[in-house]
Structure formats: structure tokens, C-alpha cells
């Protein structure tokens, strides 16, 4: 009876250890949410059945809603890079030198937490962090979807696949993609050697966009350093994964 009684506390007691640390992840994940989808999530279980299922993205990806006047906005600051070919070089030389320990020497990186854990928030951010942020988003955005009417020159001679997968919670970090995206769900096998950021068994999501390149293939440079940046200044993953390949042999004529 001894063997077993102690048995019956072991199991309670990995039990009382296993919920505190869903706990833990579930509030992390939940932190990570915008303010309108996790309303709209507790309205949800509130009243339903009584109200209907909402439609989402097949992955479970929040919904994220742009007003006019935000499109308008990021539209005026794309057209104010007036990006071309060489203005693309000096900003992937430019990123390219601000990794994390040059982020927080410049005083643009304040205080974050470990890679893999959290997002960013503002108050991880200065001022000038904050602006660098908004910046190699729009140029992402450019990157991706600009044209002529953005004041975006570059000469696009074949098409190219981004595949990007993150954390699903994360994902709205980056939520002009995802209007234009195939979004896939998929769970993360990667585990770290420290202990720390885990996401084995973690709900991912992939998302796959097509952009044209051009003869120099800064395009997909400019993709990798707008990525990394917005890495870590708010996405905050150990690594995040990003690959570009060539959709087909024929020109975008």
C-alpha cells in the first residue's frame, strides 16, 4: 500500500508540474495574440452554439483586418524609397550589419528577452528601433508587391517562391503578407540544444508567396535582410526559416 500511495503522489505531482507548464505556454501564446481576435475568440465560447462558427484561415492563423487609411499610409511611405536597383544594394548592405548585438549597441534593441521566447514589443524598442522596424517592413512590402505605382523600379525578369514558416501566434508580425499568401499549417520538430525555445510539436505555419527577381538577384537579398531584421526586432525566433526558389525558367513578360 506504501508503493502504491507513493506511486499516486508521483503521477499527481507530474501532473500539477505538466499543467503549470501548459499553463505557462498557453498564457506566452495567448500575450502573443491581437486584442480583436482573442475578443472575438472568447464571444466564441461565451455563447456558442448560439453563434456561428467563424471562417478563418485553414491553419488557425488570427484574422488581421487593415483599415483604408493604414494601406494608404504604408502605401505613401514605399513610394517615399523610391527603390531601385541601387537604392536595394545600400539598404542589404545597411541590414545586413545590424544583428542583434548591433541592434542593442545602437540603443535601437532595448533589454529583449531570449530568442524563441516572446515577441518584441514596443517597449523592447526605442524610438529609432521602432522606425527601422516600420522601414524594413515597408521595403519587405515592396519587395514582394511593388510596382510602378509605388514608385518601385526594378526590373523583375523571372519568378521566385518565398516559403517562410513561423510560430502560427507570431505570424501577424507579418500581416500585409498574408493577404497575399497560401498559408499552410504545419507543426515544428526543431529542438534547442540549450533547453530554451523548444517547438517540437508547436503549431507553425508556412507561408508561401511568389515576387519577381531581377538579373542581379538583390530581390531575394533584400527578402533575407528585411527577414532577419524584423526577426529581431520583433519576431524574436532562434531561427527563422526562409526559402527562395525559382517557380519557373520563363520571364514575367
Known amino acids: 500500500?506504501?508503493?502504491?500511495?507513493?506511486?499516486?503522489?508521483?503521477?499527481?505531482?507530474?501532473?500539477?508540474?505538466?499543467?503549470?507548464?501548459?499553463?505557462?505556454r498557453l498564457r506566452q501564446a495567448l500575450a502573443d495574440r491581437p486584442r480583436e481576435w482573442l475578443v472575438e475568440q472568447l464571444l466564441h465560447l461565451v455563447l456558442a452554439p448560439d453563434l456561428p462558427a467563424q471562417r478563418g484561415p485553414r491553419s488557425g492563423t488570427?484574422?488581421?483586418?487593415?483599415?483604408?487609411?493604414?494601406?494608404?499610409?504604408?502605401?505613401?511611405?514605399?513610394?517615399?524609397?523610391a527603390l531601385d536597383t541601387?537604392?536595394?544594394?545600400?539598404?542589404?548592405?545597411?541590414?545586413?550589419?545590424?544583428?542583434?548585438?548591433?541592434?542593442?549597441?545602437?540603443?535601437?534593441?532595448?533589454?529583449?528577452?531570449?530568442?524563441?521566447?516572446?515577441?518584441?514589443?514596443?517597449?523592447?524598442?526605442?524610438?529609432?528601433?521602432?522606425?527601422?522596424?516600420?522601414?524594413?517592413k515597408d521595403l519587405l512590402y515592396a519587395l514582394l508587391f511593388g510596382d510602378e505605382t509605388l514608385a518601385v523600379r526594378l526590373d523583375r525578369v523571372e519568378r521566385e517562391l518565398l516559403t517562410l514558416t513561423m510560430p502560427r501566434h507570431k505570424a501577424h508580425a507579418?500581416?500585409?503578407?498574408?493577404?497575399?499568401?497560401?498559408?499552410?499549417?504545419?507543426s515544428g520538430t526543431w529542438r534547442d540544444p540549450g533547453g530554451t525555445?523548444?517547438?517540437?510539436?508547436?503549431?507553425?505555419?508556412?507561408?508561401?508567396?511568389?515576387?519577381?527577381?531581377?538579373?542581379?538577384?538583390?530581390?531575394?537579398?533584400?527578402?533575407?535582410?528585411?527577414?532577419?531584421l524584423i526577426n529581431n526586432l520583433e519576431v524574436n525566433?532562434?531561427?527563422l526559416y526562409a526559402r527562395m526558389e525559382n517557380v519557373e525558367e520563363s520571364t514575367l513578360a
Open 1 to 24: 500500500m506504501d508503493d502504491m500511495t507513493e506511486i499516486g503522489a508521483l503521477v499527481r505531482e507530474v501532473r500539477r508540474d505538466v499543467g503549470d507548464e501548459l499553463r505557462r
Open 62 to 81: 488570427p484574422p488581421v483586418d487593415e483599415t483604408t487609411e493604414e494601406r494608404e499610409r504604408r502605401a505613401e511611405r514605399v513610394r517615399a524609397l
Open 86 to 136: 541601387a537604392g536595394l544594394r545600400r539598404r542589404v548592405d545597411e541590414y545586413r550589419a545590424l544583428d542583434r548585438d548591433a541592434l542593442i549597441d545602437r540603443g535601437l534593441l532595448l533589454s529583449p528577452p531570449a530568442k524563441g521566447t516572446a515577441l518584441l514589443s514596443r517597449q523592447h524598442r526605442s524610438p529609432e528601433g521602432e522606425a527601422l522596424l516600420t522601414q524594413a
Open 174 to 186: 507579418i500581416a500585409f503578407v498574408l493577404r497575399a499568401a497560401t498559408e499552410i499549417g504545419a
Open 197 to 228: 525555445a523548444n517547438d517540437e510539436r508547436a503549431p507553425n505555419t508556412i507561408l508561401q508567396v511568389e515576387y519577381g527577381e531581377i538579373a542581379e538577384e538583390l530581390v531575394g537579398n533584400g527578402i533575407a535582410a528585411c527577414l532577419r
Open 237 to 239: 525566433e532562434v531561427v
